[in-house]
């Protein structure tokens, strides 16, 4: 089919293209569509397929229409973007259409286009792999959460509470100012006195207190405070007392080394500083790579399409908003929350990962990096393992609903950032381990938090309310890797 293009550059990443059909080949298609009804048009006065070419054209002509522009425009619009090149993505604005048999389709087509830009260099880049060196002192402090964990609370009956010791109470919260909002109320809210982070009218309140005491108090929450809920706001809290207890650490010797699968306090100390070595290689690699990507992005600074770039940050606030529930969040966090400067947090991470995956999509273009069979299976195998489910099941789960391919992107992905790791120019680092020690006892944290998950909703706000740094900053800002951007249709 004979088309006449022309494009023409609209705004950043996108194009007005404009596309012209003769006449000619209009009227053709007008024919044959037409002809084509006629061979099952039902038309009074005239056996089925036997009417006038004529009469069916009059009596069918929007339907005869809709079919001659159902044919002509995708390819019409296939023929534009094949020819010119364009790399096309989400669906096009299609003009106005006017179509007559016997003169030329004439109508214009706005696309968001893949930008073009040239590879910088990707070889040789500069990089430093920060190692965290595990001491003692790490494993200690693993050692110490363990036993945090594993401890007995033991009711305190002969003294008042102090420092150290976990009170209980049901918290009744009234906010003061601004005044209107719902009063925040929660039982058995555990709160140990003199803790980090815990609010210093908690601890002053409720140091000295017996079970059945009944303490008032305010409390003005800063306006930088990290609950959105309570930030900047003032409350008057009334705390009854349900218990106070102490807790009780086990003794870390061989009997504790047992009850975690070790025979001896001594294997029990080297499979932890193994395990943290690991982690800190872990670490180290992770880093690496986030850092190979960062320097690389240095040297672009291109158009990104509008439409890529909100889908992205939503995602991202999808992520974060699941998060937040999952964790146990109010609603009434989720009201107080800036959003506006969520999104803009989301967007700006969208930008740099759409980016990202643009330029490392064509250096593995050039490099001809290929995910390969026993490299998807691999992925699959470890992601069934993951959810619980057979490697056959999940990948006729992941075949019926079209996302192997996003699968295959994302190793592709994984393969060029190591590609260019290879061939990069590093230093090595030795940092303290302390990031790592970190990271370990988080996970811990969190495993529980999972078990936990129905008694966290209920009192979220109320613990909120007690801690300087309840909720994560950056928690919008994962270290997953950004999804490669689909290829052009």
Known sequence: MKVE???ADSAQCKKDVTIEIPADTVREEFEKAARAFAQHARV??????????????QRFRKDIRDEVLGSLVPHALQHAVTDH?????????????????GEALRFTVSFEVLPDFELAAYKGLKLTKRTPAISDEDVDRVLENWRERAAQMVPVEDRASQDGDLVSVNLSGVFIEPPGDENMDAEDVVIEIGAEGVQSEFTENLRGVRAE???????????DFSSP???????????????????ELPALDDDFAREVGEETLDELR???R????????????????????????????????ESIIESQADELMRELVYMMIRNGVPPQSLRGMDWEERRKEARERAERDVRAALVIENIADVEDIKVDGDEMDAEIERMADEEGESAEALAARLTKEDRLSSIENRLRYRKTVEFIVNNAQIAEETITGEEVVEEVITEDIEAEDVIADNAVADNALAENA??????TEDAAAGAQEPQPTPSEP
Do not use: C, M, W
Request: proline share 7%; no cysteine.
């Open 5 to 7: 293009v022309a494009v």
């Open 274 to 305: 193994g395990g943290l070595e690991r982690q800190a290689e872990a670490h180290a690699a992770r880093q690496l790579r986030e850092s190979a990507v960062d320097e690389l992005l240095r040297s672009y600074n291109f158009p990104l399409p």
């Open 466 to 471: 007690l801690t300087e740094d309840a909720l």
């Open 213 to 223: 005491d009944v303490k008032q108090f305010r409390v003005v929450y800063p306006e």
């Open 229 to 247: 809920g309570l930030a900047g706001k003032t409350l008057d809290f009334t705390a009854t007392v349900v218990a106070v207890r102490r807790k």
């Open 85 to 101: 090149k364009l790399r096309v993505i989400g669906n096009p604005e299609i003009g106005e259409l006017n179509l007559n048999e």
């Open 44 to 57: 009074p006065g005239f056996r089925p397929g036997h009417a006038p070419l004529t009469i069916v054209k």
């Open 270 to 272: 080297a499979g932890v």
